[in-house]
């Protein structure tokens, strides 16, 4: 069970990044920034466990992982604008010292913000990568506490397993006025319908264990792949029917 408290962890930490990059973008206070972090971490279990009659959740009773989400969400707040300011003083003191008047300093040090922030690029690569391993061990948990719990039934581990992986997601950008993302962009909630139900099959056939495993991998694998080759699913608009009449 390491290797999935490990995955816990991680995903923990993403999904708490998660809320603190959306919450610094929406200029919430450091109230708002906390509360984003955590709920994006830990809204799904929550979720879950109140659904199965699990009171107080797991995540009050053991206040470890909202802890790491406040943690990790102070460090970003910290760390993240102290990135960027330092590579703009760094680009402007180096443009100084060429003797460059103002107005070119400003234009190259736009220019220079912009390759410093595209350097961040791999971080945002890194999130995802990690997201899905949160995702992935999420769901798995979230599937395995209902078939321990007399769930068994496969809609009920799967819904379990669903929404223990993308609750918190859906309550943050809510919070927030926008659209959940798991209902306009990515196979997200797919990815983890499909980890839930393979952990239902398997937990038949193999050790519990390695069902578990087996539901993160599948879970993990395909988000990564609907991101890899932009695996979205169709979009229910009148926007053909509509440009098909203008013409």
């Not at 995903?11 to 984003?36: E, H, P, W």
């Not at 006025?177 to 038949?204: C, H, N, R, T």
């Amino acid at each position: 069970m390491f290797l999935l408290s490990l995955f816990e962890f991680v995903g923990t930490v993403a999904f708490a990044i998660s809320g603190t990059l959306i919450a610094m973008q929406k200029r919430l206070d450091l109230f708002g920034v906390l509360t984003l972090a955590t709920i994006t971490a830990v809204g799904g279990g929550i979720f879950r466990d109140v659904i199965l009659g699990h009171t107080p959740p797991q995540a009050l009773r053991n206040p470890f992982y909202c802890l790491l989400s406040i943690f990790t969400a102070i460090v970003i707040v910290i760390i993240y604008p102290w990135l960027i300011e330092r590579g703009i003083k760094i680009y402007r003191k180096k443009y100084n010292q060429e003797g460059l008047d103002e107005s070119s300093i400003d234009i190259e040090i736009q220019q220079k913000i912009q390759m410093f922030r595209g350097r961040t690029e791999i971080l945002r690569k890194v999130n995802v990568w990690v997201d899905a391993i949160g995702l992935g061990a999420f769901t798995a948990v979230g599937a395995n506490i209902a078939m321990t719990h007399d769930a068994s039934n496969v809609f009920v581990v799967i819904c379990m397993g669903t929404i223990t992986g993308v609750g918190g997601g859906i309550v943050r950008d809510m919070f927030v006025q926008d659209i959940p993302m798991v209902f306009k962009k990515e196979i997200y909630a797919v990815a983890s319908v499909l980890g839930a139900f393979v952990l239902w099959l398997f937990q038949k056939y193999i050790p519990s264990i390695n069902a578990l495993y087996v539901s993160a991998f599948v879970t993990i694998s395909f988000k990564l792949l609907s991101i890899r080759y932009n695996w979205n699913l169709p979009k229910a608009t009148l926007d053909k029917l509509l440009i098909k009449h203008r013409m």
